[in-house]
Nanobody, 128 residues
Framework: QLQLVESGGGLVQPGGSLRLSCAAS????????ILWLRQAPGKGREGVSCISSSSSDTTYYADSVKGRFTISRDNAKNTVYLQMNGLKPEDTAVYYCAAKSRLLLNVCVLSAFHYDYWGQGTQVTVSS
């Protein structure tokens, strides 16, 4: 069974950092495009960052997080990370990771519509 599990969320002060993890089981992450997205209360889903499968490792970032967030993959641990620095109150949301096979999507995109497998989410709260 294909499964994604997010972890690493929590409460942090503005300007602080967190590293989110997206661990996969039942499939090999490096063959998949991975998206990190978030949903704040009362708002729609927003694609934050994505990384393509290991065939290209192309990455994309939403303008709202560019220069502050970094996505990476550890193939040995079958895990994708989202390093979040310079956090702002507007980054408060539930963060999810999602996966799509490279056989069905050549390169990652920031639109959540394209992804098939989802984790349960991890809460990130930025507040003083």
């Amino acid at each position: 069974q294909l499964q994604l599990v997010e972890s690493g969320g929590g409460l942090v002060q503005p300007g602080g950092s967190l590293r989110l993890s997206c661990a996969a089981s039942g499939f090999t992450l490096n063959s998949y495009n991975i998206l990190w997205l978030r949903q704040a209360p009362g708002k729609g889903r927003e694609g934050v960052s994505c990384i393509s499968s290991s065939s290209s490792d192309t990455t994309y970032y939403a303008d709202s997080v560019k220069g502050r967030f970094t996505i990476s993959r550890d193939n040995a641990k079958n895990t994708v990370y989202l390093q979040m620095n310079g956090l702002k109150p507007e980054d408060t949301a539930v963060y999810y990771c999602a996966a799509k096979s490279r056989l069905l999507l050549n390169v990652c995109v920031l639109s959540a519509f394209h992804y098939d497998y989802w984790g349960q989410g991890t809460q990130v709260t930025v507040s003083s």
